[in-house]
């Protein structure tokens, strides 16, 4: 069974700063996935890593993948409040199942 | 874009009550999952199918079933419903394995 950990499960964190969320999983995993969730909401796709060293970005979110060391990372750039929000990620096996994390609450204050 | 629905948003049920939770999906996906969301969890698997009148357990499919007899429609049932059932439940979809998943909005379910 694939087990996905991230740290750290709360972040607060001024508008305007950087920061790291860390996804570790135990065993081979064919993909990595992160997703947001916001208060009240579904879960919504955010990057699909799909090779080691693959890294997509969209605006102040870089996700980045490091299968040798069984590491993404999921970047923060220069804050801003519309960020606060859950964050997941989730590998997946070779049959297809989904293994998440626990997820990390972001809030971003003013 | 893919639409996955959920029948209800809200749903209060009484123990030992028979309880059915709907999802559709309008993009022809092979795989659809049920899962539940607890605080400090994350979301656990409940059950999936990658294809009609397939399934496969999850991680703990103790006291539901499930049903898939149309490739878009994937029905979490709870033949029991008990207090620790109680719980957010999320459905999602996804195309094939090189996609991520898709989910609906969620069934809070409350069993009294």
């Known amino acids: 069974e694939l087990k996905v950990e991230q740290n750290p499960l709360f972040l607060s964190m001024q508008e305007g700063k950087n920061y790291t969320i860390y996804c570790n999983y135990s065993?081979?995993?064919?993909?990595l996935y992160w997703y947001r969730q916001d208060p009240g909401k579904s879960l919504e796709s955010l990057f699909v890593?799909?090779?080691?060293?693959a890294v997509k970005q969209e605006g102040r979110l870089m996700a980045s993948l490091d299968t040798k060391a069984r590491l993404s990372t999921l970047h923060i750039t220069a804050a801003v409040h519309d960020l606060s929000a859950t964050y997941f990620c989730?590998?997946?096996?070779?049959?297809?199942?989904?293994?998440f994390g626990t997820g990390t609450s972001l809030t971003v204050i003013p | 874009d893919v639409k996955v629905t959920q029948s209800s948003r809200y749903l209060v049920k009484r123990t030992g009550e028979k309880v059915f939770l709907e999802c559709v999906q309008d993009?022809?996906?092979?795989?659809m999952f049920w899962y539940r969301q607890d605080p400090g969890l994350g979301l656990r698997l409940i059950y999936f199918?990658?294809?009609?009148?397939?399934?496969e357990k999850g991680d703990i499919p103790e006291g539901y079933s499930v049903s898939r007899e149309k490739k878009e429609r994937f029905s979490l049932i709870l033949e029991s419903a008990s207090t620790n059932q109680t719980s957010m439940y999320l459905c999602?979809?996804?195309?094939?394995?090189?996609?991520?998943?898709?989910f609906g909005d969620g069934t809070r379910l409350s069993i009294l």
């Open positions: 993009m022809d996906h092979e795989n």
């Open positions: 999602a979809s996804s195309l094939d394995g090189n996609q991520p998943q898709h």
């Open positions: 199918s990658y294809d009609v009148k397939m399934k």
């Open positions: 989730a590998g997946q096996n070779t049959g297809n199942q989904f293994y």
């Open positions: 890593l799909l090779s080691n060293g």
């Open positions: 065993t081979t995993s064919d993909r």
